[in-house]
């Protein structure tokens, strides 16, 4: 015997709702956009880039303070900052040798609290 939950997963008809599909079919997100923002959310799969994140969203940092921080070598912290750049989630900036990074924008930091508040829900 299937459980609750299964049998919640399917309905008992095979009556579709044309009216509504067809209302959501044409405000869907088109292919391309809906692979860019896979790709996006799949950058964010990652715990050691959303430590990165989060310590940029409570200050702008170097790489030998995030690694520091974290416990990690410049060089995997570099890779990681690499990936966020590559996803325009972080920017930097050059100050003699050292190179600055912060979050990109403000979205950035929004999503990585809706994220937060959605997990502590």
Request: glycine share 4%; aromatic share 6%.
């Amino acid at each position: 015997m299937k459980n609750k939950e299964e049998m919640l997963d399917k309905c008992k008809c095979n009556v579709v709702h044309l009216s509504v599909v067809n209302k959501v079919k044409k405000d869907l997100i088109d292919e391309d956009k809906c692979k860019n923002l896979a790709d996006f959310f799949k950058v964010f799969g990652d715990s050691t880039r959303i430590k990165i994140l989060n310590a940029l969203l409570l200050n702008e940092m170097c790489v030998c303070d995030i690694a520091y921080l974290l416990e990690m070598q410049q060089s995997a912290v570099s890779h990681q900052l690499r990936v966020l750049r590559a996803a325009r989630l972080v920017k930097y900036r050059k100050e003699g040798k050292s190179v600055y990074y912060s979050l990109d924008d403000a979205h950035v930091g929004n999503i990585i609290n809706q994220g937060l508040d959605h997990i502590i829900e």
